[in-house]
């Protein structure tokens, strides 16, 4: 299959070649970058990509999963079209990002008050701080194969296994203070916890890079139990979940509402964004008006709240707002899930289709994913393989990664989807 993958990439091939020269790896997120090239994109409409080589893939990446109403969507394009005339980015307050914050606190349970970053990775960092600050303890928890972005403090953890630090360039200091915590089980928790001052639990409701794990209803129910019992801030990172798995994200759909949440991806409707939102108790101590150094917790940037973001955010979220849309495609996630499964079963393959809402990801194993730990011992090199034979025939998943759904798929996308899996199954059961 990567015979036909080279044959029709070369404009692409070429493009790695002088991608390399300036940048590391030839992109721009290491992720991004698969062998034996990745295809380089030179537009993007609806359900579709399109490579520099004319080929055109049905992207179930969207992304990042950010896209959940596809590339290009006509009510975004045009709000933002009127924007670009009114000023790409200000450096002053605005009612845009009035209007957003008001729309995020009608939506997302938890949220009374919220400030803007510019990505999932920086909300993380200034949410961690502000959750130090509040509590006036140091030391934070995270979950094994939890992924919130490159700061140093929560880049731990993350892959299988989970004692080879995740980066050069991170020092004990930064990491000395962060508690590893066992996914879905909450004595495993609890052992943890012992004798430990503990600012805050962060989580991610659906493992992402973990492998598209749900957590446990019961289990997030307990965690807020303990929360709540121990003076820790339960932080919910919902830069993929927040707006997908329901308007009001996983703590909607799960009914366990977090004291901080994470938001990103969807939040800037194609867009660079990032946020973090709570209580108005807690994020009154981002207020450096109202508190004096040391006692507020700086937050800020240069394109925090960029008009063109919030303009393209808040247009998703009105689309978003009745649900309809986020129904209509949890049950397509289900089938989907369930089709897959299917699939593979009926063909004597064994593999694992995991996930929520409208995210999966498919693992092959015979055993239950049920943690990170699970997802990583799964056969990563079939992965692989089924992968690139799906980019191969038009069917785009970042390798390895999870698949999300838009409203841009049709029916006949994901029977496109159906059609190369069963194709890939039969060959290779
Ligand atoms: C759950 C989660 N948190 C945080 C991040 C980091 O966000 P960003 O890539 O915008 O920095 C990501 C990105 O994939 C994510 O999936």
């Known amino acids: ?245 329901a308007p009001g994200g996983a703590q909607e759909y799960y009914g366990v509402t977090p004291d901080l949440t994470v938001l990103g991806k969807i939040l800037g409707g194609g867009f660079p964004i990032g946020a973090f939102c709570g209580s108005r108790e807690i994020m009154e101590r981002v207020d450096s008006v109202a508190h004096k150094r040391p006692y507020y917790s700086f937050h800020g940037g240069t394109f925090a709240a960029n008009p063109i973001a919030m303009t393209a955010g808040l247009a998703t979220l009105k689309t978003l707002e009745d649900g309809r849309l986020i129904d209509g495609l949890n049950a397509l996630g289900e089938k989907t899930r369930r089709k897959l499964s299917g699939i593979f079963e009926s063909n004597g393959v064994d593999a694992q289709v995991t996930g929520a809402g409208s995210i999966f990801n498919v693992h092959f194993t015979k055993e239950n994913v049920k943690d990170a730990i699970a997802a990583s011992k799964a056969d990563k090199e079939r992965l692989l393989e089924y992968d690139l034979q799906l980019i191969a025939n038009g069917v785009f998943f970042l390798p390895t990664h999870n698949g999300a759904l838009s409203t841009a798929h049709s029916e006949m996308d994901m029977e496109k989807l159906f059609s190369e899996t069963e194709k890939y199954a039969m060959q290779s059961s």
Not at 40 to 65: K, M, Q
Not at 143 to 160: Q, S
Not at 163 to 186: C, M
Request: charged fraction near 25%.
């Open 1 to 245: 299959m990567t015979n036909e993958y080279l044959r029709k990439t070369a404009k692409s091939k070429t493009l790695y070649k002088r991608a390399k020269q300036f940048l590391p790896a030839g992109v721009s997120y290491g992720i991004r970058s698969f062998e034996p090239y990745p295809f380089y994109t030179a537009r993007a409409e609806g359900s579709r990509l399109y490579d520099v080589d004319g080929n055109e893939y049905i992207d179930f990446w969207l992304g990042h999963t950010a896209l959940i109403l596809g590339h290009s969507h006509p009510t975004i394009v045009a709000a933002v079209e009127k924007q670009l005339k009114n000023g790409t980015h200000y450096g002053t307050p605005h009612e845009l990002e009035i209007n957003l914050a008001e729309q995020v606190a009608k939506i997302v349970p938890s949220c009374e008050m919220i400030r803007f970053t510019n990505s999932g990775t920086e909300a993380n960092m200034y949410v961690t701080r502000l959750a130090r600050t509040f509590t006036g303890k140091e030391k934070i928890a995270k979950f094994e194969g939890g992924w919130h972005g490159g700061y140093d403090a929560l880049h731990v953890g993350v892959k299988y296994p989970f004692d080879i630090p995740e980066s050069a360039g991170l020092t004990k200091g930064s990491l000395q203070d962060t508690v590893l915590l066992p996914f879905n089980n909450l004595e495993g928790v609890r052992a943890k916890l012992k004798n430990q001052q503990i600012a805050s639990i962060i989580i991610e409701p659906v493992l992402g890079s973990g492998g598209g794990v749900p957590v446990e209803t019961e289990f997030l129910k307990g965690l807020r139990e303990l929360c709540d019992e121990r003076d820790i801030l339960l932080i919910f990172d919902e830069v993929i979940t927040g707006f997908r798995l």
